[in-house]
């Protein structure tokens, strides 16, 4: 089987719930976690007579969500019903649109490892409903013996972001989700936490011989619930598309579920084209139209989204790109770094990027902390910072303060004075430790005599092993090159 011969053509579906206070069609919470079937009502559930009243937050949050990428908007909108069965949509139909959907024609730019950068288009963005939610008693529908319906995620609005057919690869597929998630979660619309189901996605795939227009026949992997299960389900589905048209076949026009654990796809049914859904305009809801006003409004309500705020980073406090890149990836990174700068003075930028890329990550990976739990705040790492600056401690002693910093939660200054960790720079008292090091080690002494430089900074060590890490350094190197010229004339 060979790859170079074929090229693979992926479009994804991105289902985003947005955070709404309130369901899109009646005044029920939108909550995740809550008891099942605590959270609906007659409109949830369709009873007879039941009739949606729209949130225009949903509409607000949607427009938003084109704005941030890209998307122009439509004035003039509708809701259609799609009409299916499936056993967590009781009315037998989702309120969606079809032919006028609120976004189109936007793009998201993602830049591989290799530095190169693509443009992948996104076809449209429409507002709908999320049904209820299955509960397989197996590990999905086809394989479970029975399944319960929670109908409290009914009624959750809900965005579905339609790619254009413009990724090739599982590389890109994994760069333009990350790239989606932080701009939306940016822009406030979402929490997109797919582990949650607040973001799922689909992924519709073919394959073509290499250089061909024509597309290949797709088949669509269902509701993949993380970037890693969407990037071996495409490697998965793209070998097996190969394998049989090498063998002379032709895949079918399916849609399959991704099983994680066993890394295969499953069949679930064979697929339905649009028109199986019969849609037609939603007779409960009048058509929707937004001013251009209003959505000037939105547009001037939306906080500085990530790419202009890496090259802020950048441009105005001198960060490298990889720099810039990490810090911008998640919201609440960028904020608590935004913040500490506010604090430390534009000068010290650099500093708080290196202390919150190299020590805060290092320690919130140790403890498999989220951005939403940032261990140390802002004003505790610029308090370290100041003691530094002062003089009051080491570099190397403020790696331990912060690490107790983490662990207790006390500011540096408590933690210095509590653990004795105060800077020496007493000359005297250097120099006296610095003579007695020389002294008990005449190999090492030797060695320097020989030529041998290195061992100086080795002595350099031995005082700071006897300090506890809290002698000053460039003393401690003055005070040791003294002791050992000391010893050199006796």
Same mark, same amino acid.
């Given at each position: +089987?060979?790859?170079?011969?074929?090229?693979?053509?992926?479009?994804?579906?991105?289902?985003?719930?947005?955070?709404?206070?309130?369901?899109?069609?009646?005044?029920?919470?939108?909550?995740?976690?809550?008891?099942?079937?605590?959270?609906?009502?007659?409109?949830?559930?369709?009873?007879?007579?039941?009739?949606?009243?729209?949130?225009?937050?949903?509409?607000?949050?949607?427009?938003?969500?084109?704005? !941030?990428?890209?998307?122009?908007?439509?004035?003039? &909108?509708?809701? /259609?019903?799609?009409?299916?069965?499936?056993?967590?949509?009781?009315?037998?139909?989702?309120? &969606?649109?079809? /032919?006028?959907?609120?976004?189109?024609?936007?793009?998201?730019?993602?830049?591989?490892?290799?530095?190169?950068?693509?443009?992948?288009?996104?076809?449209?963005?429409?507002? %709908?409903?999320?049904?209820?939610?299955?509960?397989?008693?197996?590990?999905?529908?086809?394989?479970?013996?029975?399944? $319960?319906?929670?109908?409290?995620?009914?009624?959750?609005? @809900?965005?579905?972001?339609?790619?254009?057919?413009?990724?090739?690869? !599982?590389? %890109? !597929?994994?760069?333009?989700? =990350?790239? $989606?998630?932080?701009?939306?979660?940016? &822009?406030?619309?979402?929490?997109?936490?797919?582990?949650?189901?607040?973001?799922?996605?689909?992924?519709?795939? &073919?394959?073509?011989?290499?250089?061909?227009?024509?597309?290949?026949?797709?088949?669509?992997?269902?509701?993949?619930?993380?970037?890693?299960?969407?990037?071996? *389900?495409?490697?998965?589905?793209?070998?097996?598309?190969?394998?049989?048209?090498?063998?002379?076949?032709?895949?079918? =026009?399916?849609?399959?579920?991704?099983?994680?654990?066993?890394?295969?796809?499953?069949?679930?049914?064979?697929?339905?084209?649009?028109?199986?859904?019969?849609?037609?305009?939603?007779?409960?809801?009048?058509?929707?139209?937004?001013?251009? %006003?209003?959505?000037?409004?939105?547009?001037?309500?939306?906080?500085?989204?990530?790419?202009?705020? +890496?090259?802020?980073?950048?441009?105005?406090?001198?960060?490298?790109?990889?720099?810039?890149?990490?810090?911008?990836?998640?919201?609440?990174?960028?904020?608590?770094?935004?913040?500490?700068?506010?604090?430390?003075?534009?000068?010290?930028?650099?500093?708080?990027?290196?202390?919150?890329?190299?020590?805060?990550?290092?320690?919130?990976?140790?403890?498999?902390?989220?951005?939403?739990?940032?261990?140390?705040?802002?004003?505790?790492?610029?308090? +370290?910072?100041?003691?530094?600056?002062?003089?009051?401690?080491?570099?190397?002693?403020?790696?331990?303060?912060?690490?107790? +910093?983490?662990?207790?939660?006390?500011?540096?200054?408590?933690?210095?004075?509590?653990?004795?960790?105060?800077?020496?720079?007493?000359?005297?008292? @250097?120099?006296?430790?610095?003579?007695?090091?020389?002294?008990?080690?005449?190999?090492?002494?030797?060695?320097?005599?020989?030529?041998?430089?290195?061992?100086?900074?080795?002595?350099?060590?031995?005082?700071?092993?006897?300090?506890? *890490?809290?002698?000053?350094?460039?003393?401690?190197?003055?005070?040791?090159? =003294? !002791?050992?010229?000391?010893?050199?004339?006796?």
């Amino acid at each position: +089987m060979s790859t170079a011969k074929w090229e693979t053509v992926i479009g994804l579906e991105v289902h985003v719930e947005l955070s709404t206070e309130t369901k899109i069609w009646c005044g029920c919470k939108n909550e995740f976690g809550a008891e099942p079937n605590t959270n609906v009502c007659p409109v949830c559930l369709a009873l007879p007579g039941a009739l949606p009243v729209l949130n225009y937050k949903a509409v607000e949050y949607t427009i938003r969500a084109g704005l !941030a990428l890209n998307c122009k908007i439509q004035r003039h &909108s509708k809701f /259609d019903r799609k009409n299916y069965f499936y056993a967590d949509l009781p009315s037998g139909y989702q309120i &969606s649109q079809f /032919d006028l959907p609120l976004c189109y024609d936007g793009y998201v730019d993602i830049t591989k490892k290799d530095g190169t950068t693509r443009r992948i288009r996104i076809k449209r963005i429409h507002l %709908e409903t999320d049904a209820g939610k299955l509960l397989h008693a197996g590990d999905d529908v086809a394989a479970a013996d029975y399944s $319960l319906v929670d109908f409290n995620r009914a009624g959750v609005p @809900l965005i579905e972001i339609v790619t254009e057919p413009d990724l090739r690869s !599982a590389e %890109e !597929a994994g760069l333009f989700l =990350q790239k $989606l998630r932080t701009i939306l979660k940016y &822009s406030g619309v979402s929490d997109v936490k797919m582990e949650e189901g607040s973001m799922r996605c689909d992924v519709n795939l &073919s394959v073509r011989p290499a250089g061909s227009s024509e597309y290949g026949v797709r088949t669509e992997l269902k509701n993949v619930n993380s970037f890693s299960a969407v990037m071996r *389900g495409i490697e998965y589905e793209e070998k097996r598309h190969i394998r049989i048209l090498e063998e002379g076949g032709q895949p079918e =026009q399916e849609t399959r579920s991704w099983r994680d654990a066993q890394g295969i796809s499953v069949l679930l049914r064979s697929k339905e084209d649009a028109e199986d859904y019969r849609y037609f305009p939603e007779p409960d809801l009048p058509p929707l139209e937004v001013s251009a %006003e209003e959505i000037e409004r939105i547009r001037a309500g939306l906080p500085e989204l990530p790419d202009a705020l +890496m090259q802020r980073l950048m441009t105005e406090y001198g960060l490298s790109a990889y720099d810039a890149s990490v810090i911008v990836a998640e919201r609440e990174y960028a904020q608590w770094f935004l913040h500490a700068v506010e604090l430390a003075g534009a000068g010290q930028a650099k500093t708080v990027a290196n202390w919150q890329i190299n020590e805060l990550y290092r320690v919130m990976n140790e403890k498999g902390l989220g951005p939403e739990q940032i261990p140390v705040t802002p004003e505790q790492l610029v308090g +370290m910072l100041k003691l530094i600056e002062q003089g009051t401690i080491t570099g190397k002693i403020a790696k331990t303060v912060f690490d107790k +910093m983490v662990e207790t939660g006390k500011d540096a200054e408590t933690i210095v004075k509590e653990e004795g960790l105060t800077q020496v720079a007493d000359e005297g008292e @250097l120099l006296a430790i610095a003579r007695e090091v020389v002294a008990s080690n005449p190999k090492v002494f030797e060695d320097w005599k020989a030529g041998k430089q290195s061992a100086a900074q080795w002595f350099v060590g031995q005082i700071m092993k006897r300090t506890r *890490g809290r002698a000053n350094p460039q003393m401690a190197l003055k005070l040791v090159t =003294q !002791a050992l010229e000391e010893q050199a004339q006796k």
